[in-house]
C-alpha cells in the first residue's frame, strides 16, 4: 500500500497549495461535521421515519448502528494498539504538499491507521445501503469523496488508511446486521423501547446521533483526561 499511498499523495500534492480558496473551500468547509457526517445521519433517521417497511428497516438500522459503534471502537483499538504510524502531515513525507489552512497540532501524537472518520462513514453507509441500495450507493460516494478524500488531501490521513478504515466499518456492519437479526434478543428490546418509552428513547437517540457526527469527541476527550488523573 505503499506505492499507492505515494502515488495519491503525489496526484493531491498537484492541486495543493495553489489557490486559497480552492484549499479553504476542501479544508475548511468540507471539514465541517454538519458537512461531513450530519447529512449521513439525517438519511438514517429518515429512514428510520418511512412507512414502507417499517419494522425490517428498523430491525436492520437498530442492528447496523450497534455494529457501526463496534465497528468505531474496533478501529480506535486498532490505532491505540498497532504501531504508531504517524500522519503525513507530521511525517515530514516529501511527496505531500501542505494545503493553504492546514493546522491540526491536536493529532500529531495521534495514529493515522485507519481512519476512523473512513469507519464511521462507511458503516452508516452500509446501514442505508442495506435499506436502500441507490441512498447506499450516494452515500459510499458521499463517504468517500466529501468525508475522507479531503482528509487525505489536508495530511491527516493515508489513502491506506482510509481503505482500511471504510473495510472495517463495511465489514463489521454486515457481520453484526446478519448476527443480531438472528440473535432474538437486543434488537426487539430496542423496539420495545421505542413503543414504551419513546421519550427517553428519541432523547437518548437525538444524543447518540450528535456523538456520531462528532465522533464522540467529548466521550474520547474524556476518557483521555480521566487516564490522566488516574495515572497522575
Known sequence: MNTVDTQVMRILGQYAHR???ADRFIIRFLGLGSIKLLPIVALVWALWFRKHDREPNRSAIAAGLIGAIAAFVIGRFLQDVLPERPRPLFSGAHDFVLPFYVDDRALAKWSSFPSDHAVISFALATVIFLISRPLGLVCY???FFIVCMPR???GLHYAS????GAL???SVVLVSVK?????PWL?????????NYPSAFYGAAFVFSYQIVTLFDDFRKSAHAAGTLFLW
Not at 187 to 195: D, G, N, Q, S
Open 179 to 183: 448476527a443480531l437479526l438472528e440473535w
Open 168 to 170: 472495517i466499518g463495511i
Open 187 to 195: 434488537v426487539p428490546r430496542l423496539l420495545a423501547m421505542e413503543m
Open 152 to 154: 487525505v488531501y489536508g
Open 141 to 143: 460516494f458521499w463517504s
Open 161 to 164: 488508511d482510509i481503505f482500511a
Open 19 to 21: 489557490s486559497e480558496t
